[in-house]
């Protein structure tokens, strides 16, 4: 079919009363059009945000491009219809549709989420009410696709276990094929839906949540989950691609036709981390660190600049500084591009030497800002979080930075981390003073362009699975604002104070993002209370409404305040404990332990910590140090 | 040194809800992609070089729209041509395009007219009756001495140099030919609104509005399609 010939799924009376309805036209570069008669199944996925975010998303490229280079399988997109759209549906019964066929999700075989973040949760069961297709997973029938959920939010799937027939635990590329077979397998063999389910929890990494059942202890705590079937394996292992070079990467990507968050070819560096930051997450369940070599990397540049036509390329990866190749990379690239008229885009380096040398190489005159990720303002609270950056490291290099040209600095903080003082706060606006006055000691007078301007923002700190403070007590809102107020005054106070600005997120989403990190199954009917009184694009501050929320626990009686604001005990059973993603909880114990002592753990290169993801053989677990 | 390139092309099917900003990018991957000779600004963040004649509504269909491109270096128009519909396949197609003087105005610049048609339906309205009621509004909005632009206000019924409808594969049309340029621009969807008025109590509605070609001036000061040699 040519694409012109295509119909849009809506009338263009909806489209022309909608804000930019390329949103939900298709038909983009790169996009693929299938005929029926040649699938077997048709798979849609969904990043359940606005199209624009969605669209900027690296994961739903590459599964998008590997599903659809399955001859019987057509996987098609789909995005959160913004709220002036969600109405007019709603109004107009109009059902929700695929991108590529217009067709009704509802009559597709897989419904696949992707679960990057907890504040899409609402967005979830607006995808599921619009298709027409039931909330609950026990609820659904043989002309419901199979719902399943992937992504970072999988490592603790329970607050959102009922709402999904199965979820994918680790990186796409390993089972999707084995799965597809059991499904084509049991739809021609007339297999029913409830033991399709059942086969489906023996592929490895596919957890059936409908396969286990859950106990709670006297207080209500979760105690134990056990499989209901002795052929249903109590633990569900992560998948993980072992070899990233001989691995499926798109080099025919979707390029939106308007302008997306991210708008830019993209190659990926590497996976995985090794640095292990106690507050993070993706550091731990991305484990080991795999590399792309530089050959394909440079490869795979070459043909995704010439196959989008984009002029701008960024490199993508948890911290880029760490590729080893990342120097011969570089000047490749820095060389290929320049001559072609592209843009790099950089990621945010480590700022050192050859950094700020490759920066004044991309950036232009008007050099934009540095940025600095320390996290925290204290060296001993910068211990407690194993953050490898000291203040020798932060005012080295903003000294170089400025004697290089560059006067703007933004600094990323985090406030409410456990073992936290007022006096780490104070911290927070001492090192943003101690850098305003590297510049006025550095660069002579005569030598400024304007003076130097300090940007510190500071967002509040979750406890995530998977991490050394999945232990943790979170801070009360009244507790956050109060540091995010000692912070400011402690701003206020400092001799450079009119350089520097000092801005913090809001406290709301932070508690309800986590529930929903350290949540167990009592927590979904909340989340449908919130949703049915209107809770949508809870990521976005101008939908989101704390009220509704705190409301929606109270009246569905869901003690919220249990999941967050109580110190774990060491012993106490996680929901999320059935996963084994490699690293292994004695490992967070001890450097929950460690980060008590204010101890410094050394980063997976500089020696092995012994976390247990050297149980997948691959990486850096078996490269020579 | 660098030549001018004016490139006809045709936009349809879902791609007409493409912004003019969103349908600029488009081109400029396009240009890239089909690994085009073109020519960049100077300075710190170049970018290729590159008019369109008349931005396109959202919404809007074309068969006849135009923009220059700046190259290093062009041996033939048509293999310009040929090289993008090797990376068009999205609903834009280039359908020709010719080599401008040194002297030629910039395709903006140039715009004197166009030429547009309307597909249009009154619900619950026979054929007959269709075809009896539009003939009617056409005339009416021909001796109509004031046509009033909806956002500006201002008259364009001056900007009217053609209407007429035609009704064919059970297409309801109007046909219209209106002047476009900075001292009286008329709008389609204006003009449209002005017929549907006309039709009294049932309302026509606009489905598509298409342009069908875009004119400029030659020497003698008629009206040239933009790509046609001599204009100006």
């Avoid at chain 1, 080991?288 to 043909?303: G, K, N």
């Avoid at chain 1, 691959?618 to 020579?624: D, P, R, T």
Wanted: proline content about 5%.
């Amino acid at each position: 079919m040519r694409f012109e010939d295509r119909k849009t799924a809506l009338p263009d009376e909806v489209l022309m009363r909608v804000d930019k309805p390329s949103r939900y036209t298709g038909g983009e570069p790169g996009s693929v059009m299938k005929d029926d008669k040649d699938i077997r199944c048709r798979f849609v996925m969904c990043f359940p945000d606005v199209y624009e975010i969605g669209m900027s998303h690296l994961g739903i490229q590459i599964l998008y491009g590997l599903l659809n280079s399955y001859e019987d399988v057509w996987c098609e997109r789909l995005y959160s219809p913004w709220t002036d759209l969600d109405k007019i549906m709603r109004e107009e019964k109009l059902p929700l549709f695929s991108l590529e066929s217009g067709r009704p999700v509802k009559e597709a075989d897989f419904l696949g989420i992707t679960l990057q973040y907890e504040m899409c949760y609402t967005n979830i069961l607006q995808v599921l009410d619009l298709s027409g297709i039931p909330f609950y997973s026990k609820d659904r029938t043989d002309d419901d696709p199979i719902v399943i959920g992937g992504g970072p939010c999988v490592y603790n799937p329970e607050p959102i276990a009922a709402f999904f027939d199965m979820f994918y635990i680790g990186e796409g590329e390993v089972v999707y094929r084995r799965l597809i077979d059991l499904y084509e397998k049991c739809r021609d063999e007339g297999v029913s839906r409830q033991d399709f389910l059942h086969e489906a929890a023996k592929v490895p990494g596919i957890y059936v949540p409908s396969m286990y059942d859950v106990s709670y202890d006297e207080n209500g705590r979760f105690k134990s989950m056990t499989p209901l079937f002795d052929d249903v394996p109590a633990r569900i292992r992560k998948q993980l691609v072992k070899d990233l070079d001989s691995s499926f990467y798109p080099l025919y990507p979707v390029v939106p036709f308007i302008r997306a968050t991210q708008d830019r070819a993209v190659i990926e560096v590497q996976r995985g981390c090794i640095r292990g930051c106690r507050f993070c997450q993706a550091g731990q369940i991305y484990k080991p660190i795999r590399e792309r070599s530089v050959d394909t990397l440079e490869y795979q540049a070459r043909e995704i600049l010439k196959n989008t036509g984009y002029e701008e390329l960024s490199l993508s990866s948890l911290s880029t500084s760490d590729h080893t190749g990342l120097k011969r990379l570089l000047e490749y690239l820095i060389g290929y591009c320049d001559e072609k008229k592209i843009n790099i885009s950089l990621p945010s380096l480590r700022i050192d030497a050859f950094s700020l040398d490759v920066m004044d190489k991309v950036q232009d005159v008007k050099k934009n800002s540095l940025t600095f990720a320390p996290e925290a303002g204290s060296q001993r609270m910068r211990n407690v979080i194993n953050k490898g950056l000291t203040v020798q490291d932060i005012l080295g290099g903003s000294e170089m930075a400025f004697k290089g040209g560059w006067n703007k600095v933004k600094l990323y903080f985090m406030l409410g981390l456990p073992f936290e003082e007022d006096e780490d706060c104070r911290a927070i606006a001492e090192l943003c003073n101690e850098i305003a006055k590297v510049y006025f000691d550095t660069v002579p007078k005569e030598e400024r362009h304007g003076s130097v301007q300090i940007t510190a923002s500071s967002s509040f700190f979750v406890p995530k699975p998977f991490t050394a403070f999945q232990w943790a007590r979170m801070n009360r809102p009244e507790e956050f604002e109060e540091k995010a107020k000692l912070t400011k005054r402690a701003v206020r106070e400092q001799l450079n104070q009119k350089r520097i600005s000092y801005h913090y997120h809001d406290s709301g989403t932070t508690i309800i993002e986590g529930i929903f990190a350290r949540g167990d199954r009592k927590v979904a009917p909340a989340i449908v209370y919130a949703y049915e009184h209107g809770a949508l694009f809870d990521a976005w501050t101008e939908t989101f409404s704390y009220e509704n929320w705190i409301k929606a626990f109270n009246e569905t009686g869901v003690d919220y305040e249990d999941y967050i604001f109580r110190l774990r005990d060491d012993n106490e059973p996680f929901p999320w404990d059935f996963i084994d993603c490699g690293v292994n909880r004695q490992y967070l114990l001890n450097e929950w332990h460690r980060a008590a002592e204010a101890a410094v753990t050394p980063n997976c290169r500089d020696k092995c910590a012994g976390c247990g993801a050297a149980s997948y053989g691959c990486g850096i677990c078996v490269e020579k140090r | 040194m660098s030549e001018r390139v004016r490139i006809r092309f045709k936009r349809q099917g879902p791609m007409r809800y493409l912004g003019h900003l969103d349908m600029m990018r488009y081109f400029q991957k396009a240009v890239l992609k089909a690994g085009l000779d073109v020519k960049y600004t100077e300075g710190y963040h170049p970018h290729q070089i590159m008019a369109f004649a008349y931005p396109l509504a959202v919404g809007m269909e074309t068969y006849g729209d135009y923009a220059d491109i700046e190259f290093n270096t062009v041996n033939d128009p048509e293999e310009i041509v040929k090289k993008l519909n090797g990376v068009m396949r999205e609903g834009t197609y280039a359908t020709g395009a010719v080599l401008l003087p040194e002297k030629a105005l910039n395709a903006m610049a140039a715009v004197e007219a166009a030429d547009y048609e309307v597909i249009y339906d009154i619900p619950g309205c026979s054929c007959e009756e269709v075809k009896e009621a539009s003939k009617r509004a056409v005339e009416t909005l021909l001796s109509s001495e004031s046509v009033t632009a909806g956002k500006s206000g201002k008259n364009i019924r001056e900007g009217i140099l053609f209407a007429d409808v035609s009704f064919t594969e059970g297409e309801n049309r109007l046909i219209l030919k209106l002047l476009s340029g900075s001292k009286l621009n008329a709008r389609p969807a204006d003009v449209f609104n002005a017929f549907a008025e006309a039709f009294g109590e049932r309302k026509a509605v606009s489905r598509l509005i298409r342009r069908l070609e875009i004119y400029g001036k030659n020497e003698q000061g008629e009206l040239v399609p933009l790509g046609s040699e001599g204009v100006l």
